[in-house]
């Protein structure tokens, strides 16, 4: 059972910058995994804002393409969100996911995911 633990919310001004960690346990090495960052504001239906797959390969939203970076450390069996270039619109809970990848396959839709973080707040004031 894959296990997710992200951190590194907190409150910046516009323009500034935050970066969340996910670190995950219980993975095994048969099987490869798609990871990816959501967010859900008050009121709003829950949105992925990044994915990584297996092969180190990202996929952005519109809204925070250019803004923001995925990356994982296999090594470290950790995910990251570096979001850069802030705006009040950032703010959210956030949290990391993972899927099961098959055949290079990563799907965006939070259904697809079947492991989740608890969460961390993102607050952006301008």
């Known amino acids: 059972q894959v296990q997710l633990v992200d951190s590194g919310g907190g409150s910046a001004q516009a323009g500034g910058s935050l970066r969340l960690s996910c670190a995950a346990s219980?993975?095994?090495?048969?099987?490869?995994?798609?990871m990816g960052w959501f967010r859900q504001a008050p009121g709003k239906e829950r949105e992925e804002v990044a994915n990584i797959r297996s092969d180190g390969s990202p996929r952005y939203a519109d809204s925070v393409q250019g803004r923001f970076t995925v990356s994982q450390d296999n090594a470290k069996n950790a995910l990251y969100l570096q979001m850069d270039n802030l705006k009040p619109e950032d703010t959210a809970m956030y949290y990391c996911?993972?899927?099961?990848?098959?055949?290079?396959?990563?799907?965006?839709?939070?259904?697809?995911?079947?492991?989740w973080g608890q969460g961390t707040q993102v607050t952006v004031s301008s």
């Open positions: 996911a993972a899927q099961d990848e098959y055949d290079g396959n990563c799907y965006n839709s939070r259904h697809a995911y079947s492991y």
């Open positions: 219980g993975k095994t090495n048969e099987q490869k995994y798609c």
